[in-house]
């Protein structure tokens, strides 16, 4: 059988890494060409406007000079690495309490990293990198049997509209769609709602971190309980935790949903299907010429030469 008009099987080999690498850095090269624009600017309209605050303030204070106005936006700076609040005259600590430090624990094994705060100590360091070394892993095997366990929901949900009516394909396609929609309410849609209660947040702002959280990106301009003058619930970080466990094994699912998708469709492509009767067309030329048969094939002939033998005595 002759492949179809412009299919030859060479047509079909697409160097797919070399594509996927120049698809790659052409979309990095348009993210850095619309940062650049959007945000370059703003940069040094802020830098500007810093240097000016800070020779009003020397003009104003003269008894400061500028080693000492430069000392200070140090310790400033040190401090919010640290999570010491620096407004007004807060003293509550509490970024290194036991719920901060389990967030804090939440955000490293999860490779987040905020970036807002950071252990001070030497021993904090040391136990930090061994913690992160070992955490890593198990967050990504748990994480994946999360995933697992919930296409496996999706997989029986399919199953259960297929015996309702729906087609195999119909089914499977509203199943995926069923755990899309869910995973969009659950953990982009409604969050803002709760970040919006509790931190203050628009409810864009609260969508933007969910998914900068969510995603690992984990800028820290957007970090939960930083506002000093607020008292924030008991369970309000145990919740967010488990929001951004839950939350990273559905992207995950999704991601292999995605996979799954692209992989059935290229096995549906026309080249792809031939490709694989191309490989069996040769094996079954060389049988034909060299005369050998399968075993099949001659257990059939030696029946009808009894058959001839057999009717010939008879």
């Given at each position: 059988?002759?492949?179809?008009?412009?299919?030859?099987?060479c047509?079909c080999?697409?160097?797919?890494?070399?594509?996927?690498?120049?698809v790659?850095?052409?979309?990095?090269?348009?993210?850095?060409?619309?940062?650049?624009?959007?945000e370059?600017?703003?940069?040094?309209?802020?830098?500007?406007?810093?240097?000016?605050?800070?020779?009003?303030l020397?003009?104003?204070h003269?008894?400061?000079?500028?080693?000492?106005?430069?000392?200070?936006?140090?310790?400033?700076?040190?401090?919010?690495?640290?999570?010491?609040?620096?407004?007004?005259?807060?003293?509550?600590?509490?970024?290194?309490?036991?719920?901060?430090?389990?967030f804090?624990?939440?955000?490293?094994?999860t490779?987040?990293?905020?970036?807002?705060i950071?252990?001070?100590?030497?021993?904090?360091?040391?136990?930090?990198?061994?913690?992160?070394l070992?955490?890593?892993?198990?967050?990504?095997?748990?994480?994946?049997?999360?995933?697992?366990?919930?296409?496996?929901?999706?997989?029986?949900?399919?199953?259960?509209l297929?015996?309702?009516?729906?087609?195999?394909?119909t089914?499977?396609?509203?199943?995926?769609?069923?755990a899309?929609?869910?995973?969009?309410?659950?953990?982009?849609?409604?969050?803002?709602?709760?970040f919006r209660?509790?931190?203050?947040?628009t409810?864009?702002?609260g969508?933007?971190y969910?998914?900068?959280?969510?995603?690992?990106?984990?800028?820290?301009?957007?970090?939960?309980?930083?506002v000093?003058d607020?008292?924030?619930?008991?369970?309000?970080?145990?919740?967010?935790?488990?929001?951004?466990?839950?939350?990273?094994?559905?992207?995950?699912?999704?991601?292999?949903?995605c996979?799954?998708?692209?992989?059935?469709?290229?096995?549906?492509?026309?080249?792809?299907?031939?490709?694989?009767?191309?490989?069996?067309?040769?094996e079954?030329?060389?049988?034909?010429?060299?005369?050998?048969?399968?075993?099949?094939l001659?257990?059939?002939?030696?029946?009808?030469?009894?058959?001839?033998?057999?009717?010939?005595?008879?």
């Open positions: 059988a002759s492949p179809p008009p412009g299919c030859s099987r047509s080999r697409v160097p797919v890494t070399l594509i996927l690498l120049l790659y850095l052409f979309y990095l090269l348009v993210g850095a060409t619309v940062f650049w624009a959007l370059s600017k703003s940069e040094v309209d802020l830098a500007i406007s810093f240097q000016q605050e800070k020779w009003e020397l003009k104003n003269t008894c400061m000079d500028n080693q000492t106005l430069e000392l200070l936006i140090k310790g400033i700076i040190a401090a919010y690495k640290n999570g010491v609040s620096i407004q007004e005259n807060d003293t509550s600590l509490e970024t290194w309490s036991f719920a901060g430090s389990f804090f624990s939440v955000t490293a094994i490779t987040i990293g905020y970036g807002n950071s252990p001070a100590t030497v021993g904090g360091r040391i136990f930090c990198v061994f913690f992160a070992f955490g890593i892993p198990l967050n990504l095997i748990l994480l994946n049997r999360i995933g697992q366990r919930m296409l496996a929901a999706v997989h029986k949900c399919a199953e259960l297929g015996r309702k009516g729906a087609q195999q394909k089914a499977k396609i509203l199943a995926n769609l069923l899309l929609i869910m995973g969009l309410l659950l953990f982009f849609l409604l969050p803002p709602i709760l209660g509790v931190e203050g947040w409810y864009e702002e969508f933007y969910a998914f900068i959280t969510l995603s690992t990106i984990g800028f820290g301009d957007y970090v939960i309980g930083r000093s607020k008292r924030y619930p008991d369970w309000y970080r145990n919740v967010v935790s488990l929001w951004i466990l839950f939350g990273m094994a559905w992207l995950a699912l999704v991601i292999n949903l996979i799954n998708l692209l992989e059935n469709h290229r096995e549906m492509t026309p080249c792809c299907r031939k490709s694989g009767s191309k490989e069996l067309e040769p079954l030329t060389d049988i034909g010429h060299s005369g050998d048969t399968p075993a099949a001659k257990k059939e002939d030696m029946a009808s030469v009894d058959d001839t033998k057999t009717g010939s005595l008879v």
